[in-house]
């Protein structure tokens, strides 16, 4: 039977779920349980299994705080209502704050100012959460039992997505990553990943390869990482040249409109999408061809007011 809860090292755990949630175990100088929480999964539904889970596991707790990993909705969907539930404080990053504040800004970016009600859904529009800890990479937060929190910069899936670095006082460190990385069955599902800027994304994977002293790297999606980090980082590299180099095949056979390039990544993929897949895919293919307009690789021309992309000679 899967287990609900699962412990890494002394204090650190995460609870499996469609998004993994990181809990971190603390104890004040009054020998209160004092508990933190990474990410919240996508609803109230999710919220309330973590808050049960806690029930189950621990005694007398009470939440401190609820970190913030990036503020798309599979990740801060059940923030409103553990926040609510135990009044702790919610921490994320300064330019994911308004996502959060503001979900409707998820289907306005992906589709524009009115998008269709399938990016209206519950999904793309959970309740929305006020911010209480603006936290960035440059800082640190140490407890009184010795834990310590710090926090790298991992961009490109999100404007400014945070890896979370938990360090208890064994010295033993735990990242959860967010989605700045993904574990090798989600990417076999997922090969395509929603992506704002790839080359940030690439320099993000770097730098989760570079940390050091990393007991465990927990992903939101899918597989706990320990021994296989480095083959993940490139396995999830892979993907994103593998993408691009898809668009240039693409291209190589003439110049392309954006619904022509999407049609064809979709379909050398084999995939079948939906309206919320064509807005998150569309929305990828976009990224990468503004980056390869940035390398001047791609050259965009308007005519007859239908935008091409054609590479450049």
């Avoid at 395509?192 to 993000?204: D, K, Q, R």
Wanted: hydrophobic share 35%.
């Amino acid at each position: 039977m899967k287990e609900k809860i699962i412990q890494l090292v002394s204090g650190i755990y995460y609870i499996p779920n469609s998004t993994n949630a990181g809990i971190i175990a603390s104890h004040s100088s009054n020998g209160e349980n004092e508990l933190y929480i990474i990410d919240s999964g996508p609803s109230e539904i999710e919220g309330e299994y973590i808050l049960d889970t806690l029930d189950e596991y621990f005694k007398d707790y009470i939440v401190k705080a609820l970190i913030t990993t990036h503020g798309h909705p599979d990740h801060t969907g059940g923030h409103k209502f553990i926040k609510d539930s135990t009044n702790c404080e919610v921490w994320i990053s300064e330019k994911e704050k308004p996502f959060m504040e503001n979900p409707a800004l998820h289907g306005s970016i992906l589709w524009g100012s009115y998008p269709p009600k399938e990016l209206r859904s519950l999904y793309f529009r959970p309740e929305a959460c006020k911010a209480d800890k603006i936290i960035g990479e440059e800082d640190i937060v140490t407890l009184e039992d010795g834990f310590k929190f710090s926090f790298i910069a991992l961009d490109g899936h999100s404007p400014e997505s945070l890896g979370v670095i938990v360090e208890n006082p064994q010295n033993e460190k735990v990242l959860f990553a967010g989605d700045s990385i993904f574990p090798r069955k989600e990417l076999g599902q997922h090969w395509i990943s929603l992506l704002t800027n790839p080359i940030l994304f690439m320099e993000a994977l770097d730098k989760i390869g570079e940390t050091e002293e990393i007991r465990y790297c927990v992903p939101s999606h899918g597989e706990l990482l320990c021994d296989d980090i480095a083959e993940n980082v490139e396995m999830n590299k892979i993907a994103i040249l593998s993408t691009k180099q898809c668009i240039i095949n693409a291209l190589k056979k003439g110049r392309k409109t954006t619904e022509e390039l999407v049609k064809y990544v979709a379909d050398f993929h084999s995939l079948n999408m939906k309206i919320p897949q064509y807005a998150l895919i569309t929305s990828t293919v976009k990224s990468y061809l503004s980056e390869m307009q940035d390398e001047r690789k791609v050259l965009l021309t308007v005519e007859d007011n239908i935008l091409y992309y054609s590479l450049r000679k």
